[in-house]
Nanobody
Framework: QVQLVESGGGLVQAGGSLRLSCAASGFAFSTHTMYWYRQPPGKQRELVANISSGGSTNYADSVKGRFTISRDNAKNMVYLQMNSLKPEDTAVYYC?????????WGQGTQVTVSS
């Protein structure tokens, strides 16, 4: 079955960096677009970035120039490198994939940025 497992979250000071990882299994990873979403406290979940099977990327305006999404198809991994973190980046970060018509989510990893 499809599984997504995020890791790499934590507490960091403003201006710092974190690298999130998502281990994927149960589907043909290399042929699927992968997504990172986040849900700030008390707010709706929002798209942060996505990367296509061919490596094309898209970013939310709020993270452009600071975050980088990448993937390693040999390892079935997708990453989110987050630099110049701001307190408003505090959220639970989720990995996401559409498998057919079904949407799958990981359990999320907490990122907290202190000012």
């Amino acid at each position: 079955q499809v599984q997504l497992v995020e890791s790499g979250g934590g507490l960091v000071q403003a201006g710092g960096s974190l690298r999130l990882s998502c281990a994927a299994s149960g589907f043909a990873f290399s042929t699927h677009t992968m997504y990172w979403y986040r849900q700030p406290p008390g707010k709706q979940r929002e798209l942060v970035a996505n990367i296509s099977s061919g490596g094309s990327t898209n970013y939310a305006d709020s993270v452009k120039g600071r975050f980088t999404i990448s993937r390693d198809n040999a390892k079935n991994m997708v990453y989110l490198q987050m630099n110049s973190l701001k307190p408003e980046d505090t959220a639970v970060y989720y990995c996401n994939v559409f498998w057919g018509t079904i949407e799958f989510w990981g359990q999320g990893t907490q990122v907290t940025v202190s000012s």
